[in-house]
């Protein structure tokens, strides 16, 4: 066998063992902000494992105008590689806003649909140094989507943080929030649950401390159905902090 076919061999290899298209996932997105007015793809976040180059996409829905400043969002999706209905839960999401913009009417939310590519790529909860992500966070991580990531945190002046993931313990769909206000009025618990550590979040110091919310599914209930399940309630979400901000001040 020749070098060559050597090197074809390996390629096919690499290529078998990447189970997922990550263009084939994100190009109804890339359609839609194509010709969108609302919606802008970025696509100026990327680093490097090994000899191959990977990118952390971002894209930005600007609703309707509500009030003076917009209420800024980010959104995070795909942090677990082998379970994306979160990522294609974005996806759906942006579809519904795009035919219905009113959906989003005073938000700037920033999606940011493959936190975990190398994962989705290769079909693997972890990324491909073998590391669970979301508990890398805000620990001197050496993970180059984290760092990316907690480099958009601290910067982009974010007034809420909302994070879809999946879980392998309970099986119905849940969210929990940082603050006894937001855990209240939005996700209407009596108590935010605050024990879990090194998660995607805000900085720790950050001084104007963003509201925070999780939300999962279980990994054992059909994907269509989580993703339904995502998608319901990032609008009951927004609905619902809309209202709170405009009766906030007479609390």
């Known amino acids: 066998m020749t070098i060559t ?32 007015s609302s919606l802008v793809a970025y696509h100026d976040v990327s680093f490097n494992v090994g000899s191959e180059s990977y990118e952390l996409p971002r894209y930005i829905f600007v609703g309707p105008k509500g009030g003076d400043i917009p209420i800024h969002v980010g959104i995070f999706a795909g942090l677990r590689g082998d379970k994306p209905e979160s990522s294609r839960a974005v996806i759906q999401f942006v579809k519904q806003l795009e ?57 982009r002046s974010f007034q809420g943080i909302i994070t879809l993931n999946s879980d392998d313990v309970d099986n119905g769909f849940y969210g929990y929030s940082r603050g006894v206000v937001l855990a209240k009025h939005i996700l209407r618990q009596e108590a935010p649950i605050e024990n879990e550590k090194d998660i995607l979040s805000a900085p720790p110091n950050a001084k104007n401390r963003p509201f925070e919310i999780t939300l999962k599914t279980p990994v054992t209930q059909p994907s269509y159905i989580n993703e339904m399940s995502f998608t319901g309630a990032l609008l009951m979400i927004l609905a619902e902090y809309r209202e709170f901000v405009s009766y906030a001040p007479n609390l």
């Not at 997922?20 to 010709?35: D, F, R, T, V």
């Open 5 to 36: 076919d050597n090197l074809s061999v390996a390629v096919a290899r690499t290529q078998q063992a990447r189970q997922h298209s990550i263009a084939n996932l994100l190009a109804p997105l890339e359609k839609i902000s194509a010709h969108s």
């Open 99 to 155: 035919a219905n913009p009113e959906l989003a009417r005073g938000y700037c939310l920033s999606f940011y649909p493959l936190c975990n590519p190398t994962g989705f790529e290769d079909g693997t909860r972890l990324s491909r140094s073998g590391k669970d992500l979301n508990r890398e966070f805000w620990k001197n991580s050496d993970e180059p989507e984290v760092q990316l990531l907690q480099a958009e945190l601290g910067s």
